[in-house]
């Protein structure tokens, strides 16, 4: 994977499932740093925006496979594409509506294989790139945001985070800032892979629970796979102080920098529901003096890592 020391430095905050927190984290790293972009990069459920007061600057389509379209001024009712479709996505038209019509697609069922218009005797069919989502363009009180969704049941995760990604450095230059910070998706599928491509350093956020050390050991597995320099914050730690020291010994074992621990504190609830960062909202509570620590690790380690 590419190394951007010494260019731009991409932050990616991951966790193992949804609900574990990495948005919080995200939002108060984000009140944190200066001179940086945030990209939401988790394009199936973005939630980042909701606590950064944002000002959408800029909406662009986001297209990607492709879908077959009937010419039917062109169409002879052959329905040689009825019988070489193997999805079922192409039918007669039968309705009243569709009398017009010689065939139909259903998109939702549709692959994109592009048979239909390979075999199509008449050049009736033509295959373009759908618009499947927006990715979005925003001021926040922190600095540049840009975020994206995809449409329902659409597919190309993974490209529309690369595009979010690429447009976040595109900022990045063009503003001279350092620093990409990233609010990646859970998991370690095809998003995850996306948003570590390029990255400097993860950081996995996970809970003191036995599926939060399952999920820690799957997702350190594929930043070590993707030479990614790993740390991580154990959220809500105090709730089992047994399974966080199992927790630290493994990060130890594995080479895993543990920034921190973050303590169970309402106030980040609260703060959620009013929309902002909790370190903003509440800055003398608990999990705020926890996170100052976090970042001042966070900040050091980066720094020694970038000149060794």
Not at 74 to 84: A, E, F, G, L, N
Not at 208 to 217: A, Q, V, W, Y
Request: hydrophobic share 40%.
């Amino acid at each position: 994977m590419e190394d951007n020391r010494g260019s731009i430095y991409e932050i990616v905050i991951l966790s193992g499932k949804g609900g574990t927190g990495k948005t919080s984290v995200s939002g108060a790293l984000s009140v944190l740093f200066d001179d940086k972009v945030i990209a939401d990069c988790d394009i199936n459920a973005a939630n980042l925006f909701l606590l950064l007061d944002l000002n959408i600057n800029n909406i662009i389509d986001f297209k990607a496979g492709i879908k077959p379209s009937i010419l039917h001024e062109r169409c002879s009712d052959c329905h040689i594409c009825i019988d070489v479709c193997n999805f079922n996505a192409i039918s007669a038209c039968n309705s009243v509506s569709e009398r017009s019509r010689s065939v139909c697609i259903d998109y939702y069922l549709c692959e994109g294989c592009g048979v239909c218009e390979w075999f199509c005797p008449d050049d009736a069919i033509i295959l373009t790139e759908p618009v499947c989502g927006h990715l979005y363009v925003a001021d926040s009180r922190y600095g540049p945001m840009v975020y994206a969704e995809l449409f329902p049941g659409e597919e190309n995760t993974g490209k529309l985070v690369h595009e979010v990604k690429a447009k976040a450095r595109e900022i990045c230059e063009a503003n001279n800032y350092p620093l990409i910070l990233i609010d990646g998706p859970p998991g370690i599928a095809c998003p995850v892979i996306s948003s570590l491509s390029g990255a400097t350093h993860a950081c996995i956020v996970i809970e003191p629970t036995l599926s939060g050390i399952s999920d820690l050991k799957r997702i350190a597995a594929l930043c070590n796979h993707f030479k990614v320099r790993t740390s991580c914050i154990i959220n809500k730690g105090d709730l089992s102080l047994r399974l966080t020291e199992e927790i630290i010994s493994y990060l130890k074992e594995n080479n895993v920098f543990f920034l921190g621990a973050v303590p169970f504190d309402e106030m980040v609830m609260n703060a959620n529901e009013r929309g902002a960062p909790f370190i903003e909202l509440y800055p003398d509570c608990p999990a705020s003096a926890a996170m100052q620590d976090i970042f001042n690790k966070l900040n050091d380690w980066l720094r020694i890592k970038q000149e060794t």
